[in-house]
């Protein structure tokens, strides 16, 4: 074959990331290697088609890049048919470029791909379609400040429940379901109440819609006790009406997600991490205001650990155990005799968690 024919390549790249691109198709053509230098111009126009990798369904509003280098060229947003078609690109010699996809603005993943383009007439319009998981992210947030019976003395659960739902919500989390109580208190319009039957219908569906590729987080600000935790309907005296932690742990266990968080704000929370007793699989961690045998006195736990999620500069990008790890440093704290000291367990040491 002619050394100055051009050559049709398809280079299909298969690879695995925690978000993102599964599966990318290129096909380029590439330049005889003495033809590209010496001052010829090359004139490429990218057209980039995101689609579902399940179900081939286009993907709208998906964030894509054009990147030479660490230059980012150009940026914009997939229309109603996944399609967004960067301006003509116009380099002397062969050039590099790398295709970056992000999914509702989500931690990009990156795709290195040789693009040598010209075709005899000078131009040739290229697609690359790159096929996505979706990620999905999932929140159910249990947080009370008062309760149906009296006996229970009020807290400041529903700050919890408010500083999650706005935090997620910035963060691109898609599913989010808040239960407190029956004040006005709450930040998300759609609370409903904290009945044993809701939260438990909540939980279980997360389980059941989320998949491999999706994160979960679970919020629970309550009073815990050896009975288990009072939501909304619990009668003080009644056992049977308590929500347990050990049905919540089975559920952990069956829940397929790639990232699962819960967090505990309550008296005891060790002893809910505990009697969950979960596999504490690689993809668990799990965060709670207090040892076993202690009480979460006052709004301490809460306050400390968003102090020191600013200080990081947010939750997006920050490892959630370095953020434990500064906030743990101001513990133990101590208030009318008790002592207070915030606990961590990570399914794996080895990597960092992030939402």
Request: hydrophobic share 35%.
């Amino acid at each position: 074959m002619d050394k100055k024919q051009i050559f049709a390549i398809v280079a299909i790249l298969l690879f695995t990331v925690s978000s993102g691109i599964l599966v990318t198709q290129v096909q380029a053509y590439e330049l005889d290697p003495g033809f590209g230098g010496g001052g010829t111009t090359v004139t490429t126009n990218f057209c980039v088609k995101v689609v579902e990798k399940q179900s081939s369904e286009t993907i709208q509003g998906a964030r894509v890049q054009l990147i030479r280098g660490i230059t980012i060229l150009q940026t914009g947003y997939t229309n109603s048919h996944g399609y967004f078609y960067f301006d003509a690109v116009t380099d002397t010699g062969n050039c590099y470029y790398k295709i970056r996809v992000y999914y509702q603005d989500a931690s990009p993943t990156t795709v290195d791909t040789v693009v040598y383009s010209e075709d005899i007439s000078g131009t040739y319009h290229e697609t690359i379609t790159c096929k996505m998981n979706t990620v999905h992210k999932w929140a159910v947030l249990v947080g009370l400040g008062d309760w149906d019976h009296d006996k229970f003395t009020t807290t400041t659960g529903y700050k919890d429940a408010n500083d999650w739902y706005n935090r997620l919500t910035s963060l691109g989390f898609q599913h989010i379901k808040t239960l407190g109580d029956g004040t006005n208190n709450y930040d998300d319009q759609n609370k409903i109440l904290a009945t044993k039957s809701n939260v438990k219908n909540a939980i279980s569906n997360v389980v059941t819609s989320a998949d491999s590729n999706d994160v979960v987080v679970f919020v629970f600000a309550a009073h815990y006790g050896t009975l288990g935790m009072a939501v909304w309907d619990t009668n003080y005296y009644n056992a049977l009406t308590y929500f347990t932690a050990s049905w919540f742990g089975n559920q952990v266990d069956q829940c397929s997600a790639n990232k699962i968080f819960t967090w505990i704000h309550a008296c005891h929370a060790e002893r809910f991490i505990n009697n969950a007793n979960t596999d504490m699989d690689s993809h668990e961690l799990w965060m709670g205001s207090c040892k076993e045998d202690q009480v979460s006195f006052n709004d301490n736990f809460r306050q400390d650990f968003w102090q020191y999620v600013d200080s990081w500069g947010g939750l997006d990008g920050t490892a959630l155990e370095l953020i434990f790890d500064d906030l743990s440093d101001e513990y133990p704290k101590t208030w009318d005799g008790s002592t207070m000291e915030p606990v961590i367990y990570d399914g794996d040491t080895n990597r960092w968690f992030y939402l």
